[in-house]
C-alpha cells in the first residue's frame, strides 16, 4: 500500500516492519505539538493528518493521541457522530484532559445532548478549573 501525504515514494512504502514505528512517529509528533498549542489539524494537509492517525489506530485502536486529534478532525469537519464516537473511546483509554473535556463538551452541544454537555462541563470545571480551556467554557456558556 503507498500512502501520499508529501513523502518520497520510498519513505511512502508502508509495510509491517514500518507499521511497527507508527507509534514512535507519533510521539515525536507529539513532542513537537505542544510549541503549537496542540493544533496540529491546523496544518494544510489535515486529511493526510487523518490517514496516518487512521493507520496508527490500525495498529493501535487504543492510542489516545490519534483518537482525538481523529476526533476534533471529524468535529471540525461537520462528522460530528464520528466525532462522539472517538471521544468515547478516548474516554476509555486516556485521563480526562481540559483540551479533551472541551471537545466533547463541543461535539456535545452540536448534537444537542445536554446531559453530555452537563458533564463534560462539570468535569472539566471541576478538574481544571484555571485552565484556558475552562475560561473558554465560561465564554461558551456564559457562566
Known amino acids: 500500500m503507498i500512502l501520499d501525504v508529501g513523502l518520497s515514494e520510498a519513505s511512502c512504502r508502508i509495510t509491517d516492519v514500518r507499521y511497527r514505528m507508527l507509534d514512535t512517529v507519533l510521539d515525536a509528533i507529539k513532542g513537537v505539538m505542544p510549541k503549537h498549542q496542540g493544533r496540529f489539524f491546523k496544518k494544510p494537509d489535515n486529511h493526510a493528518a487523518a490517514v496516518y492517525f487512521r493507520m496508527v489506530l490500525e495498529h493501535n485502536p487504543r492510542q489516545p493521541q490519534a483518537l482525538l486529534h481523529l476526533a476534533r478532525y471529524n468535529y471540525e469537519t461537520g462528522k460530528v457522530l464520528q466525532a462522539r464516537g472517538f471521544m468515547q473511546r478516548y474516554f ?4 480526562d484532559t481540559p483540551e479533551a473535556l472541551l471537545l466533547a463538551f463541543r461535539i456535545e452541544r452540536v448534537l444537542g445532548d445536554k446531559n453530555a454537555q452537563a458533564s463534560f462541563a462539570l468535569r472539566l470545571r471541576g478538574k481544571f478549573p484555571q485552565s484556558e480551556e475552562a475560561r ?3 465564554t461558551l456558556t456564559g457562566r
Open 92 to 95: 476509555e483509554v486516556a485521563m
Open 136 to 138: 473558554q467554557l465560561r
